[in-house]
């Protein structure tokens, strides 16, 4: 049973825990919810690859508390996201917007499988009409019969 405990203590232990400090959880859990679910989609320009939800580093600790501040003047989910668009730029979301700017970023895996699909497609007509079959002659079809009946 020890055993069993010191294992299940270790594996708690090595499980990542949430960055959000209990003294940045806000008292209303509707408007926490609210928070959590925006911080999740917010990255952290420290880790970039962190959301500040995720992240310990002090600038997503800064921008998980402008989120909840915001969000406690009465912003909507919307409006905060564009705040911190306003002054982070698009990189600040973890799934960036299609816009004109990031119609590349968007566009580009499908772009790509279409060149490879096309690609493919003349790379096997290609090989089709420079390699066309032809049907055997009279003696080559006996000397194939000859081999096959003698094979049983």
Known sequence: MRKLLAILLFLMSAAPAFAVNPDEVLKDPALE?????????????VC????????????????????????????SDDEVIEY?????????????????????LWGMPAALAAIGAGVVLIQL?????????????DDEQRKLDA??????
């Open 147 to 152: 081999l096959l009946k003698g094979r049983d």
């Open 33 to 45: 919810a609210r928070a959590r679910e925006l911080s999740a989609q917010l990255r952290c320009m």
């Open 125 to 137: 007509r290609r090989k089709r009409i420079s390699s066309p079959t032809q049907d055997l002659s």
């Open 84 to 104: 911190l668009v306003s002054r982070y730029g698009e990189f600040v979301l973890l799934k960036p917007r299609l816009s004109e700017h990031t119609i590349l």
């Open 48 to 75: 970039q690859n962190q959301s500040i939800d995720d992240s310990n580093a002090d600038l997503a600790k800064d921008l998980r508390l402008l989120v909840r501040e915001r969000l406690t003047a009465g912003d």
